[in-house]
Protein backbone atom coordinates (compact mmCIF):
# COMPACT_ATOMS: atom_id res chain seq x y z
CA UNK A 1 0.00 0.00 0.00
CA UNK A 2 1.28 3.70 -0.79
CA UNK A 3 2.05 5.72 1.86
CA UNK A 4 0.60 9.10 2.20
CA UNK A 5 2.22 11.59 4.48
CA UNK A 6 0.82 12.30 7.65
CA UNK A 7 -0.45 15.74 6.94
CA UNK A 8 -2.30 15.27 4.17
CA UNK A 9 -5.68 13.51 5.56
CA UNK A 10 -6.05 12.93 8.69
CA UNK A 11 -8.98 11.16 10.01
CA UNK A 12 -12.03 13.55 11.10
CA UNK A 13 -14.41 12.98 13.78
CA UNK A 14 -18.34 14.00 13.31
CA UNK A 15 -19.43 14.55 16.47
CA UNK A 16 -23.29 15.26 17.13
CA UNK A 17 -23.72 18.30 19.74
CA UNK A 18 -25.89 20.74 20.78
CA UNK A 19 -25.56 24.42 20.38
CA UNK A 20 -25.03 26.33 23.74
CA UNK A 21 -28.32 27.98 23.50
CA UNK A 22 -29.88 24.61 23.01
CA UNK A 23 -29.71 23.68 26.34
CA UNK A 24 -30.30 26.15 28.56
CA UNK A 25 -30.93 26.95 32.41
CA UNK A 26 -34.54 27.00 33.31
CA UNK A 27 -34.37 27.16 37.37
CA UNK A 28 -30.97 28.77 39.35
CA UNK A 29 -28.26 31.27 39.65
CA UNK A 30 -27.73 31.46 35.34
CA UNK A 31 -31.66 31.23 35.11
CA UNK A 32 -31.66 31.76 30.95
CA UNK A 33 -28.19 31.06 29.92
CA UNK A 34 -27.34 28.35 28.13
CA UNK A 35 -24.58 25.66 28.94
CA UNK A 36 -21.18 26.81 28.93
CA UNK A 37 -17.56 26.46 30.62
CA UNK A 38 -16.78 25.21 33.25
CA UNK A 39 -15.33 28.71 35.37
CA UNK A 40 -19.33 30.05 34.31
CA UNK A 41 -21.49 26.85 35.84
CA UNK A 42 -23.02 26.76 38.84
CA UNK A 43 -23.82 23.38 40.44
CA UNK A 44 -27.53 22.58 41.30
CA UNK A 45 -28.85 24.61 38.05
CA UNK A 46 -31.66 23.04 36.53
CA UNK A 47 -31.17 22.53 33.06
CA UNK A 48 -34.02 22.01 29.55
CA UNK A 49 -33.18 21.13 26.48
CA UNK A 50 -35.25 23.50 23.93
CA UNK A 51 -38.00 21.27 22.48
CA UNK A 52 -36.98 22.40 19.01
CA UNK A 53 -33.66 21.78 19.65
CA UNK A 54 -31.78 18.97 17.50
CA UNK A 55 -28.44 17.63 18.08
CA UNK A 56 -26.08 18.58 14.66
CA UNK A 57 -22.90 17.48 13.47
CA UNK A 58 -19.22 18.73 14.60
CA UNK A 59 -16.32 17.98 12.65
CA UNK A 60 -13.45 17.94 14.33
CA UNK A 61 -9.71 16.76 13.14
CA UNK A 62 -7.15 15.73 15.77
CA UNK A 63 -3.87 18.25 15.11
CA UNK A 64 -0.43 16.60 16.10
CA UNK A 65 -0.54 19.19 18.93
CA UNK A 66 -2.65 22.06 20.57
CA UNK A 67 -6.14 22.33 20.75
CA UNK A 68 -8.45 19.85 18.10
CA UNK A 69 -9.42 21.76 14.81
CA UNK A 70 -13.10 21.80 13.01
CA UNK A 71 -12.70 20.09 9.45
CA UNK A 72 -14.15 20.81 6.33
CA UNK A 73 -17.36 19.56 5.82
CA UNK A 74 -18.58 20.67 9.01
CA UNK A 75 -22.40 21.43 9.70
CA UNK A 76 -21.38 23.68 12.99
CA UNK A 77 -18.86 25.70 13.35
CA UNK A 78 -15.62 27.73 11.43
CA UNK A 79 -13.14 24.93 9.31
CA UNK A 80 -10.30 25.44 10.68
CA UNK A 81 -11.06 27.28 14.53
CA UNK A 82 -9.61 25.88 17.39
CA UNK A 83 -11.87 23.64 19.43
CA UNK A 84 -11.17 23.15 23.46
CA UNK A 85 -12.33 20.00 25.51
CA UNK A 86 -13.18 22.63 28.49
CA UNK A 87 -14.99 20.13 31.19
CA UNK A 88 -16.90 17.19 31.59
CA UNK A 89 -20.53 17.68 33.68
CA UNK A 90 -22.85 15.36 35.26
CA UNK A 91 -26.27 15.96 34.89
CA UNK A 92 -29.36 14.39 37.01
CA UNK A 93 -32.88 13.21 35.80
CA UNK A 94 -36.13 13.60 38.22
CA UNK A 95 -35.52 9.95 38.76
CA UNK A 96 -31.75 9.91 39.68
CA UNK A 97 -30.16 8.32 36.77
CA UNK A 98 -27.28 10.71 35.58
CA UNK A 99 -25.59 11.41 32.16
CA UNK A 100 -22.14 12.74 31.47
CA UNK A 101 -22.02 15.48 29.05
CA UNK A 102 -18.75 17.29 27.18
CA UNK A 103 -18.36 20.78 27.02
CA UNK A 104 -16.54 21.95 23.77
CA UNK A 105 -15.37 25.56 23.29
CA UNK A 106 -14.41 26.88 19.45
CA UNK A 107 -12.15 30.13 19.81
CA UNK A 108 -11.56 31.90 16.92
CA UNK A 109 -8.01 33.46 16.57
CA UNK A 110 -7.75 36.07 18.94
CA UNK A 111 -8.93 33.26 21.73
CA UNK A 112 -12.49 35.10 21.69
CA UNK A 113 -15.33 32.04 22.03
CA UNK A 114 -17.44 32.00 18.86
CA UNK A 115 -19.43 29.20 20.40
CA UNK A 116 -20.12 26.58 23.33
CA UNK A 117 -21.21 23.11 22.29
CA UNK A 118 -22.64 20.48 24.38
CA UNK A 119 -21.81 16.74 23.24
CA UNK A 120 -24.30 14.57 25.10
CA UNK A 121 -23.08 11.03 26.11
CA UNK A 122 -26.23 9.52 26.71
CA UNK A 123 -29.91 11.31 25.20
CA UNK A 124 -30.96 14.30 26.87
CA UNK A 125 -35.21 14.61 26.17
CA UNK A 126 -36.58 17.70 25.51
CA UNK A 127 -38.57 19.55 28.21
CA UNK A 128 -36.99 17.88 31.05
CA UNK A 129 -35.28 18.94 34.02
CA UNK A 130 -31.39 18.11 34.54
CA UNK A 131 -29.61 19.09 37.80
CA UNK A 132 -26.13 20.00 37.39
CA UNK A 133 -24.07 17.61 40.25
CA UNK A 134 -20.93 17.39 38.64
CA UNK A 135 -18.31 19.90 36.96
CA UNK A 136 -14.88 18.10 36.34
CA UNK A 137 -12.08 19.53 34.60
CA UNK A 138 -9.53 16.44 34.97
CA UNK A 139 -11.12 13.45 33.46
CA UNK A 140 -12.41 15.83 30.17
CA UNK A 141 -10.10 14.09 27.80
CA UNK A 142 -10.11 10.94 28.92
CA UNK A 143 -13.98 10.65 28.38
CA UNK A 144 -13.40 11.73 24.91
CA UNK A 145 -11.00 9.84 24.06
CA UNK A 146 -13.31 6.56 25.04
CA UNK A 147 -15.48 8.02 22.43
CA UNK A 148 -12.82 7.99 19.97
CA UNK A 149 -11.22 5.03 20.49
CA UNK A 150 -12.02 2.31 18.01
CA UNK A 151 -13.21 -0.50 19.62
CA UNK A 152 -15.03 -4.17 19.16
CA UNK A 153 -17.58 -5.56 21.39
CA UNK A 154 -16.83 -8.87 23.55
CA UNK A 155 -17.26 -12.11 21.32
CA UNK A 156 -15.49 -10.84 18.38
CA UNK A 157 -13.38 -13.09 17.08
CA UNK A 158 -10.10 -11.83 15.62
CA UNK A 159 -7.85 -13.47 13.01
CA UNK A 160 -4.31 -15.17 14.67
CA UNK A 161 -1.44 -15.08 12.21
CA UNK A 162 -2.28 -19.14 12.66
CA UNK A 163 -5.34 -18.99 11.08
CA UNK A 164 -7.55 -19.72 14.26
CA UNK A 165 -10.14 -17.63 15.18
CA UNK A 166 -9.67 -16.42 19.04
CA UNK A 167 -12.32 -14.53 20.74
CA UNK A 168 -11.09 -10.84 21.45
CA UNK A 169 -11.67 -10.98 25.45
CA UNK A 170 -8.98 -14.25 24.84
CA UNK A 171 -6.44 -12.29 23.62
CA UNK A 172 -3.28 -11.75 25.60
CA UNK A 173 -0.52 -8.92 24.74
CA UNK A 174 2.00 -10.75 22.84
CA UNK A 175 -0.48 -12.69 20.70
CA UNK A 176 1.06 -12.64 17.35
CA UNK A 177 -2.37 -11.54 14.72
CA UNK A 178 -2.78 -11.51 11.12
CA UNK A 179 -2.49 -8.06 9.56
CA UNK A 180 -3.39 -6.93 6.16
CA UNK A 181 -0.52 -4.88 5.38
CA UNK A 182 2.47 -6.49 7.86
CA UNK A 183 1.58 -10.10 7.74
CA UNK A 184 1.99 -11.39 11.33
CA UNK A 185 2.41 -8.62 14.54
CA UNK A 186 2.40 -8.69 18.03
CA UNK A 187 -0.21 -7.13 19.91
CA UNK A 188 1.37 -4.85 22.50
CA UNK A 189 -1.82 -3.07 24.51
CA UNK A 190 -5.07 -4.34 24.82
CA UNK A 191 -7.55 -2.07 26.62
CA UNK A 192 -11.20 -2.95 28.05
CA UNK A 193 -14.08 -0.69 28.94
CA UNK A 194 -17.86 -1.63 30.07
CA UNK A 195 -19.83 1.20 29.06
CA UNK A 196 -23.29 1.56 28.53
CA UNK A 197 -24.83 0.94 25.12
CA UNK A 198 -26.52 4.40 25.09
CA UNK A 199 -25.90 7.43 22.65
CA UNK A 200 -22.52 7.84 21.40
CA UNK A 201 -21.62 3.98 22.93
CA UNK A 202 -24.13 2.69 21.47
CA UNK A 203 -22.67 -0.26 19.38
CA UNK A 204 -23.24 -0.92 16.00
CA UNK A 205 -23.94 -4.66 14.63
CA UNK A 206 -23.14 -6.23 11.22
CA UNK A 207 -25.71 -9.11 10.51
CA UNK A 208 -23.63 -11.95 9.23
CA UNK A 209 -23.11 -11.95 5.54
CA UNK A 210 -24.07 -8.03 5.01
CA UNK A 211 -20.23 -7.65 3.80
CA UNK A 212 -19.45 -11.63 4.30
CA UNK A 213 -18.86 -11.64 7.40
CA UNK A 214 -18.82 -14.80 9.08
CA UNK A 215 -20.93 -13.90 12.25
CA UNK A 216 -22.51 -10.99 13.15
CA UNK A 217 -19.85 -8.22 13.83
CA UNK A 218 -20.19 -5.92 16.65
CA UNK A 219 -18.56 -2.79 16.56
CA UNK A 220 -17.61 0.85 18.58
CA UNK A 221 -19.79 4.02 16.08
CA UNK A 222 -16.60 5.10 14.29
CA UNK A 223 -14.90 2.22 14.30
CA UNK A 224 -13.80 2.02 10.61
CA UNK A 225 -13.70 -1.11 8.10
CA UNK A 226 -11.73 -1.45 5.32
CA UNK A 227 -13.30 -2.07 1.83
CA UNK A 228 -11.43 -3.33 -1.10
CA UNK A 229 -13.40 -2.38 -4.06
CA UNK A 230 -12.87 -4.29 -7.19
CA UNK A 231 -14.94 -2.19 -9.13
CA UNK A 232 -16.19 1.21 -8.14
CA UNK A 233 -19.79 0.45 -7.69
CA UNK A 234 -19.51 3.57 -5.02
CA UNK A 235 -18.42 6.28 -6.58
CA UNK A 236 -15.39 6.97 -4.48
CA UNK A 237 -12.63 7.20 -7.37
CA UNK A 238 -10.50 4.81 -5.42
CA UNK A 239 -10.43 0.71 -4.87
CA UNK A 240 -9.61 1.53 -1.05
CA UNK A 241 -11.84 2.69 1.69
CA UNK A 242 -12.14 2.91 5.03
CA UNK A 243 -16.06 3.30 5.96
CA UNK A 244 -17.00 4.18 9.76
CA UNK A 245 -19.66 1.85 11.19
CA UNK A 246 -22.63 4.17 11.93
CA UNK A 247 -22.52 5.84 8.37
CA UNK A 248 -23.70 1.78 7.03
CA UNK A 249 -27.12 1.89 9.86
CA UNK A 250 -29.44 1.23 7.55
CA UNK A 251 -32.18 -0.64 10.19
CA UNK A 252 -31.91 -3.67 9.17
CA UNK A 253 -28.48 -6.14 8.25
CA UNK A 254 -26.85 -3.03 10.12
CA UNK A 255 -28.62 -1.67 13.26
CA UNK A 256 -27.39 0.72 15.94
CA UNK A 257 -27.70 -1.49 19.31
CA UNK A 258 -29.82 1.26 22.07
CA UNK A 259 -29.85 0.07 25.88
CA UNK A 260 -27.74 -2.15 28.18
CA UNK A 261 -24.25 -2.21 28.43
CA UNK A 262 -20.96 -2.82 26.29
CA UNK A 263 -17.85 -4.44 26.82
CA UNK A 264 -15.78 -3.14 24.42
CA UNK A 265 -11.87 -3.94 23.54
CA UNK A 266 -8.86 -2.02 21.27
CA UNK A 267 -6.43 -3.74 20.07
CA UNK A 268 -2.78 -2.02 19.88
CA UNK A 269 0.03 -2.59 17.24
CA UNK A 270 3.08 -0.79 17.02
CA UNK A 271 1.72 0.80 14.00
CA UNK A 272 -2.10 1.95 12.74
CA UNK A 273 -3.14 -1.94 11.44
CA UNK A 274 -5.96 -3.95 9.75
CA UNK A 275 -6.81 -7.41 11.35
CA UNK A 276 -9.88 -9.77 10.33
CA UNK A 277 -12.54 -9.54 12.49
CA UNK A 278 -15.42 -11.80 11.89
CA UNK A 279 -13.30 -12.14 8.07
CA UNK A 280 -14.26 -8.59 8.06
CA UNK A 281 -10.81 -6.07 7.47
CA UNK A 282 -11.18 -3.47 10.14
CA UNK A 283 -8.80 -1.31 11.76
CA UNK A 284 -6.72 -1.26 15.27
CA UNK A 285 -6.32 1.82 17.53
CA UNK A 286 -5.10 4.65 16.05
CA UNK A 287 -3.01 6.47 18.24
CA UNK A 288 -3.75 10.33 18.11
CA UNK A 289 -4.46 13.18 20.20
CA UNK A 290 -7.92 12.34 20.66
CA UNK A 291 -7.45 8.30 21.73
CA UNK A 292 -3.93 9.10 23.36
CA UNK A 293 -5.48 9.92 26.84
CA UNK A 294 -6.86 6.19 26.89
CA UNK A 295 -3.77 4.46 27.13
CA UNK A 296 -1.90 3.93 30.48
CA UNK A 297 0.90 6.55 31.19
CA UNK A 298 4.38 5.60 29.79
CA UNK A 299 2.81 3.49 27.04
CA UNK A 300 2.33 6.67 24.43
CA UNK A 301 5.62 7.28 24.83
CA UNK A 302 7.33 4.05 23.67
CA UNK A 303 4.77 2.72 21.09
CA UNK A 304 3.89 6.69 19.33
CA UNK A 305 6.90 7.44 17.90
CA UNK A 306 6.43 8.34 13.98
CA UNK A 307 4.67 5.15 13.18
CA UNK A 308 1.09 5.79 14.03
CA UNK A 309 0.89 9.40 12.10
CA UNK A 310 2.59 7.88 9.30
CA UNK A 311 0.36 5.06 8.98
CA UNK A 312 -0.69 4.24 4.73
CA UNK A 313 -4.34 4.01 5.39
CA UNK A 314 -3.98 8.19 5.80
CA UNK A 315 -6.73 9.75 3.45
CA UNK A 316 -8.92 6.36 2.81
CA UNK A 317 -12.27 7.20 4.53
CA UNK A 318 -15.53 7.81 2.80
CA UNK A 319 -17.35 10.75 3.27
CA UNK A 320 -21.13 10.55 4.93
CA UNK A 321 -22.23 11.90 1.49
CA UNK A 322 -21.34 8.58 -0.63
CA UNK A 323 -22.93 6.74 2.01
CA UNK A 324 -26.01 8.25 2.67
CA UNK A 325 -28.28 5.62 1.03
CA UNK A 326 -30.23 2.36 2.44
CA UNK A 327 -28.57 0.19 0.24
CA UNK A 328 -24.53 1.18 0.95
CA UNK A 329 -23.70 -2.22 3.16
CA UNK A 330 -25.11 -4.33 -0.30
CA UNK A 331 -23.19 -1.67 -2.48
CA UNK A 332 -19.83 -2.13 -1.03
CA UNK A 333 -20.57 -5.85 -0.17
CA UNK A 334 -21.12 -6.32 -4.39
CA UNK A 335 -17.83 -3.71 -5.28
CA UNK A 336 -15.53 -6.39 -2.82
CA UNK A 337 -16.78 -9.97 -5.13
CA UNK A 338 -17.33 -8.44 -8.57
Known sequence: MTQTAPDIAKPAQSLPVFRSGALCV?????????????????????????????????SIIASDEG????????????????????CCITLMDFDGSTTEVIVLVEV?????????????LAPLAAKRDYRLVGINTDNTRAKFAEVACSSFARGTHITLASGAQVPIEALTVGDMVLTRDDGPQPIRWIGQTTV?????????????????????LTLSPDHRLFIYQRSDQLGAGRSELLVKARH??????VIRQDGGFVDYFQLLFDRH????????????????????????????????????????????EVSETLLDRPDAAEILRRASTR
Open 248 to 253: LVNGDS
Open 108 to 120: DEAGDINEIYALP
Open 26 to 58: SHGVNMGEGISFAAELMLDDTYQIAEAAALERL
Open 196 to 216: RAVGEFAPIVIAAGTLNNEND
Open 273 to 316: QIVYAEGIAAETLLVDMRTRPALPEGLTDKLLGPNHAASGLSGL
Open 67 to 86: PFRIASGTVLGAEGAALHLD
